[in-house]
């Protein structure tokens, strides 16, 4: 009886406690040494940017300040007007100018690429 419990915990236990607090996780390919400062003008990858699809409108509303990120960050362009009349984070502050706004909007920002932060970071990890 006790060969069975130290099998049973050793075979069905263990592992699945194993599972709880060890990573299964395992890279699929190797790693290309591209940069994504590189690519993110290529269309080929985006930023989460918080947007609205509503009917009527050719293209999403922003819902965030896209002040302070690359526009190519966005994922579509309108040329004829750009971005602002997409942008919702306008109009609440116009409908609200009277009276205080508490924070409604997400914020989304970038930080730009760094040659010397990226060398930085390589030869921490090294």
């Known amino acids: 009886v006790v060969l069975s419990v130290v099998v049973f915990m050793k075979l069905v236990v263990q ?18 040494d591209v940069d ?9 990858v ?9 009917m009527g409108f050719d293209q ?10 690359d526009p190519d ?3 579509w362009k309108d040329n004829f007007k750009g971005f ?20 409604v909007f997400s914020i989304v920002k970038e930080w730009p690429f760094s040659a010397a932060a ?4 390589s030869d921490a990890a090294g």
Request: with cysteine; charged share 25%.
């Open 84 to 103: 602002e009349p997409h942008n919702l984070v306008k109009d609440a502050h116009e409908v609200s100018a009277a009276k205080p706004m508490h924070r």
């Open 36 to 44: 994504f400062h590189s690519i993110k003008h290529l269309h080929e």
């Open 15 to 32: 592992p699945a406690i194993d599972s709880i607090y060890k990573s299964t996780y395992e890279p699929d390919g190797k790693d290309r």
């Open 73 to 75: 960050l966005i994922g």
């Open 46 to 54: 985006g930023a989460y940017v918080p947007q609205v699809k509503e």
């Open 118 to 121: 990226s060398g930085s970071i």
């Open 60 to 69: 999403p509303l922003l819902a965030c300040d896209i002040s302070e990120i």
